[in-house]
């Protein structure tokens, strides 16, 4: 007796279609699985058996022979525990009814028979869904994030007595879905700008910074509220639209990050420890999974400390810096994530802290400081749009009893900068102004006479290089677009340039 039931692997963020065959034979009872799998899927084979008996259905007592197809991908994870265990169940006549091959199965089995959540879900369901599939069973604790998907139905279950009884037509369960049309609801965070006293130059930079998602470098001594702002910037940042979440929610997702909550929608903030390897920043593994460049997409990366990180893991960063993605490469094959995130980075000036510092005395000595600031490469240094000097906070900030900007009066400002973007560039594909790349600097960043007279000082003065020159001007259209000015005026070009002179202040 055959039965064929579809499901689903992964492989990045990708999913894959996948035929479990199932043939119970005569002969020496027997159960073997055979295409591939990796060993979770292995093991399987005592959580079927035992979910089967403890469902109150009797187990085939046979040669049962279980092929993942196609035989040349390798499958991997839990996911393929359900379609076996309904695989048996079919080809054994327990469950009569045909299952169509529009219908996709995924579950993880526990040993009483429940159904419990499985890690990328999310991404199989769109995958299946782009394949023409009609209907995805899932686990129920898989459903909220799901459940938003238009196009296909969403099926949950929670254990194996009811999925049988379903596949019966003994009773029905009512596809999932997930009202998200007022996907946008106004967030509640515990932080907000209006306690940052003083400071308005750091202010003005990561505003700039938020406007058109630039990384920037918050370099100045202890206590003067790098860490501080940096911590505040999620609460200036637009909201995620539903596009973004499904793709950030994917991420998170095959990372098993979710813990049965729907839809993402906030936007990340990752703040990784100084002792993170390659692989927890970049990604990787012997089964690839998404680093920390990745579940940053489309929110701050913020490196704390950042000349405390070893030199080999932020030199990780320049790629996707640059592309917005990160290509693994493993000896199963090339896989490709996300990474558009904003880097927000924090440091101090020298290894004692204070240099330049007026109230304090640096005690390091200039072989000393030369080697903390030789921590940060000059080509990870240039990918930085907006390098600003912070300045300890005066004590007249900290009594001064005026209400400061809050966090929802600059994010209009920066929603306002952003909606200008969106149009303008609606029709090449990107959404912001640090994603500007080649000809279209030159279409959308065009500058005045002066303002090129002003670029070539600073350009000869600075020693500035091609990418540098375009990340000026990348800042100048944010800042313009801050303002609402349809062109880049001298003040803007101006107001980008200080923005990169820290590099030929302090590294030489």
Same mark, same amino acid.
């Given at each position: 007796?055959?039965?064929?039931?579809?499901?689903? @692997?992964?492989?990045g963020?990708?999913?894959?279609?996948?035929?479990?065959?199932?043939?119970l034979?005569?002969g020496?009872?027997?159960?073997?699985?055979?295409g591939?799998?990796?060993?979770?899927?292995?093991?399987?084979?005592?959580?079927?058996r035992?979910? @089967?008996?403890?469902?109150g259905y009797s187990?085939?007592?046979?040669?049962?022979?279980?092929?993942?197809?196609?035989?040349?991908?390798?499958?991997e994870?839990?996911?393929?525990?359900?379609?076996?265990?309904?695989?048996?169940?079919?080809?054994?006549?327990?469950?009569?009814?045909?299952?169509?091959?529009?219908?996709?199965?995924?579950?993880?089995l526990?040993?009483?028979?429940?159904?419990?959540?499985?890690?990328?879900?999310?991404?199989? @369901?769109?995958?299946m869904?782009?394949n023409?599939?009609?209907?995805?069973?899932?686990?129920?604790?898989?459903k909220e994030e799901?459940?938003?998907?238009?196009?296909?139905?969403?099926?949950p279950?929670?254990?194996l007595?009811?999925l049988?009884?379903?596949?019966?037509?003994?009773i029905?369960?009512?596809?999932?879905k997930?009202?998200?049309?007022?996907?946008?609801?106004?967030?509640v965070?515990?932080?907000?700008?209006?306690?940052i006293?003083?400071?308005?130059?750091?202010?003005?930079?990561?505003?700039?910074?938020?406007?058109?998602?630039?990384n920037?470098?918050?370099?100045?001594?202890?206590?003067s509220?790098?860490?501080?702002?940096?911590?505040?910037?999620?609460?200036?940042?637009?909201?995620?639209?539903?596009?973004?979440?499904?793709?950030?929610?994917?991420?998170y997702?095959?990372?098993?990050?979710?813990?049965?909550?729907?839809?993402i929608r906030?936007?990340?903030?990752?703040?990784?420890?100084?002792?993170?390897?390659? @692989?927890?920043?970049?990604g990787?593994?012997?089964?690839?999974?998404?680093g920390?460049?990745?579940?940053?997409?489309?929110?701050v990366?913020?490196?704390?400390?950042?000349?405390?990180?070893?030199?080999?893991?932020?030199?990780?960063?320049?790629?996707?810096?640059?592309?917005?993605?990160?290509?693994i490469?493993?000896?199963n094959?090339?896989?490709?994530?996300?990474?558009?995130?904003?880097?927000?980075?924090a440091?101090?000036?020298?290894?004692?802290g204070?240099?330049?510092?007026?109230?304090?005395?640096?005690?390091?000595?200039?072989?000393?400081?030369?080697?903390?600031?030789?921590?940060?490469s000059?080509?990870?240094?240039?990918?930085i749009?907006?390098?600003?000097?912070?300045?300890?906070?005066k004590?007249?900030?900290?009594?001064?009893?005026?209400?400061?900007?809050?966090?929802s009066?600059i994010?209009?400002?920066?929603?306002n900068?952003?909606?200008?973007?969106?149009?303008?560039?609606?029709?090449?594909?990107?959404?912001?102004n640090?994603?500007?790349?080649?000809?279209?600097?030159?279409?959308?960043?065009?500058?005045?006479?002066?303002?090129?007279s002003?670029?070539?000082?600073?350009?000869?003065?600075?020693?500035l290089s091609?990418?540098?020159?375009?990340?000026?001007l990348?800042?100048?259209?944010?800042?313009?677009?801050?303002?609402?000015c349809?062109?880049i005026?001298?003040?803007?070009?101006?107001?980008?340039?200080?923005y990169?002179?820290?590099?030929?202040?302090?590294?030489?």
């Amino acid at each position: 007796m055959l039965s064929k039931i579809k499901t689903c @692997v992964l492989y990045g963020l990708e999913g894959y279609e996948i035929d479990v065959e199932t043939d119970l034979s005569g002969g020496l009872p027997n159960f073997s699985i055979v295409g591939l799998p990796d060993i979770s899927i292995k093991e399987s084979k005592e959580r079927v058996r035992s979910a @089967v008996k403890n469902s109150g259905y009797s187990f085939p007592v046979s040669r049962i022979t279980v092929n993942l197809a196609p035989a040349n991908l390798k499958k991997e994870g839990s996911q393929i525990d359900l379609p076996i265990a309904v695989g048996i169940l079919a080809a054994s006549k327990i469950i009569k009814e045909k299952i169509g091959n529009k219908t996709i199965i995924i579950g993880e089995l526990s040993l009483d028979g429940k159904i419990t959540a499985v890690e990328g879900a999310l991404p199989m @369901v769109i995958s299946m869904r782009n394949n023409n599939f009609e209907r995805i069973i899932i686990p129920e604790d898989n459903k909220e994030e799901c459940g938003a998907i238009e196009g296909i139905e969403v099926v949950p279950v929670n254990n194996l007595i009811r999925l049988v009884e379903y596949l019966n037509k003994e009773i029905e369960i009512d596809p999932f879905k997930n009202d998200y049309e007022k996907f946008n609801q106004l967030e509640v965070f515990n932080e907000d700008f209006s306690e940052i006293k003083g400071q308005p130059a750091m202010k003005r930079a990561v505003e700039i910074a938020a406007a058109g998602m630039h990384n920037v470098l918050l370099l100045g001594s202890p206590g003067s509220g790098k860490t501080m702002i940096a911590r505040r910037i999620p609460t200036i940042l637009p909201d995620l639209t539903f596009e973004e979440s499904l793709e950030v929610t994917k991420i998170y997702s095959i990372s098993g990050l979710l813990s049965g909550k729907g839809l993402i929608r906030k936007r990340p903030f990752r703040s990784p420890h100084h002792t993170s390897s390659r @692989v927890a920043m970049a990604g990787g593994g012997s089964k690839p999974s998404p680093g920390e460049v990745s579940l940053a997409h489309y929110g701050v990366l913020f490196l704390d400390e950042i000349p405390e990180f070893p030199k080999n893991v932020l030199e990780v960063l320049r790629q996707p810096m640059e592309d917005g993605k990160i290509s693994i490469s493993r000896a199963n094959g090339s896989f490709t994530f996300p990474a558009k995130f904003m880097l927000v980075a924090a440091m101090n000036p020298c290894c004692c802290g204070y240099l330049g510092d007026s109230t304090h005395e640096c005690t390091c000595t200039q072989s000393q400081i030369d080697k903390y600031l030789g921590k940060i490469s000059g080509p990870l240094l240039n990918r930085i749009d907006i390098q600003v000097e912070v300045s300890p906070v005066k004590y007249e900030d900290l009594k001064n009893t005026n209400e400061e900007e809050s966090s929802s009066e600059i994010k209009k400002r920066i929603i306002n900068a952003r909606n200008i973007q969106k149009e303008r560039y609606k029709e090449i594909g990107i959404i912001t102004n640090s994603e500007l790349s080649g000809r279209y600097i030159s279409k959308y960043c065009k500058t005045n006479s002066e303002s090129e007279s002003l670029l070539k000082s600073a350009f000869e003065t600075l020693g500035l290089s091609a990418r540098a020159y375009n990340k000026i001007l990348k800042v100048a259209r944010t800042i313009a677009d801050l303002e609402g000015c349809e062109n880049i005026k001298t003040i803007h070009v101006a107001e980008a340039i200080q923005y990169r002179n820290l590099d030929r202040k302090y590294w030489r």
